[in-house]
Nanobody
Framework: QVQLVESGGGLVQAGGSLRLSCLAS????????VGWFRQAPGKEREFVAG????????TYADSVKDRFTISRDNAKNAVALQMNSLKPEDTAVYYC??????????????????WGQGTQVTVSS
């Protein structure tokens, strides 16, 4: 099991940017696939972006493609989510999640074993 802690959330105006970080501890992180999810009030938790452990390949939800970028630094046990051109509909609690040895990046929350506590992102119009 790996412990995950998110940071970097906050309040930003529409069109602005935020950079979220997910810091892992407890085990080496390099063989974990990592996903970012978000949950808005009254809505289901949804997949945002994911990154492979094996080749660094990335996948994104259509709603954030070309605006968000996921990256990882295994030396620092960290995964980041750079969010640009933010919209009010991006407002949610953002979670990072991880699963060891996952080959294909899954988009379902059930596919991930370890979760952080979440960080709030609020985008004002």
């Amino acid at each position: 099991q790996v412990q995950l802690v998110e940071s970097g959330g906050g309040l930003v105006q529409a069109g602005g940017s935020l950079r979220l970080s997910c810091l892992a501890s407890g085990r080496p992180f390099s063989n974990y696939a990592v996903g970012w999810f978000r949950q808005a009030p009254g809505k289901e938790r949804e997949f945002v972006a994911g990154i492979s452990w094996r080749d660094g390949s990335r996948t994104y939800a259509d709603s954030v493609k070309d605006r968000f970028t996921i990256s990882r630094d295994n030396a620092k046990n960290a995964v980041a989510l750079q969010m640009n051109s933010l919209k009010p509909e991006d407002t949610a609690v953002y979670y990072c999640a991880a699963r060891k040895w996952m080959i294909a990046i899954a988009r379902t929350r059930e596919s991930y074993d370890d979760w952080g506590q979440g960080t709030q992102v609020t985008v004002s119009s």
